[in-house]
Every structure is written in structure tokens, then in C-alpha cells.
Nanobody, 124 residues
């Protein structure tokens, strides 16, 4: 399974960005799968940002609630993250992750496959 992210860029605070993650080698129609976005800021631990399970349920970390929206197109095998009202503290490398278990949380333990990451930089 290979995950390839795209869409990272440099934007001004208050702006928006959309990230995409194409999944190769597995189908998002597979029962019991979990897709998610994580981020790692310089000097900080990786943080789970958003997740979406195969039945449509989603969850977000508190700091992005109401600003970020995760979605998936199972037919195209693509995961998306729409980021609005971006803040400088959103600056990080964003990673797409996939897991094929019934458990779907923002814990890294629920994800087995990871992308290489895409950089998001938000300036004030």
C-alpha cells in the first residue's frame, strides 16, 4: 500500500488549502478501514488531525475543529483535507495514513501505512 500526498503550500494566515492523498495498492471500499491526517511541527510530537472511517464517521483534534474537514472519495481512492482559516500554528508537515482495522481514532496505533508528507506553511 502506498500513499501519496499533495497540495501543501505556503499561505497567509486566514487562507485555505486543500490536501489530497491518493491510495495505491488497496481499495477504500474495503470493509473496516480508517483514513487519517497527521501533522508534525518542528520540535513537536506528531499529532492526529482528522480521521474518517469506512462508515462515514469522522473526528478531529480540538485545535482544528470547525476549520478543517476530512472527506474521501472511495471510487477514486482519494482522501482529502480541506483546511480553512489557517493559523501560523497549523504550520507542519502533513501526513496521510491508512489502517485496515475496525478501530479508527486519532491514535497512530490505528494506522499501518503512511505517506511521505506534504509541507504546509502559514505566515502571519
Amino acid at each position: 500500500v502506498q500513499l501519496v500526498e499533495s497540495g501543501g503550500d505556503s499561505v497567509q494566515a486566514g487562507g485555505s488549502l486543500g490536501l489530497s492523498c491518493v491510495v495505491y495498492g488497496a481499495s477504500l471500499y474495503t470493509y473496516d478501514n480508517c483514513m487519517g491526517w497527521f501533522r508534525r511541527a518542528p520540535g513537536k510530537e506528531p499529532e492526529g488531525v482528522a480521521r474518517r472511517d469506512s462508515s462515514g464517521g469522522s473526528g478531529y483534534t480540538e485545535t482544528v475543529q470547525g476549520r478543517f474537514f476530512i472527506s474521501r472519495d472511495n471510487a477514486k481512492n482519494i482522501l482529502y483535507l480541506q483546511m480553512n482559516s489557517l493559523k501560523p500554528e497549523d504550520t507542519a508537515t502533513y501526513f496521510c495514513a491508512a489502517g485496515f482495522t475496525a478501530t479508527c481514532t486519532l491514535s497512530k496505533a490505528d494506522f499501518r501505512y503512511w505517506g511521505q508528507g506534504t509541507q504546509v506553511t502559514v505566515s502571519s
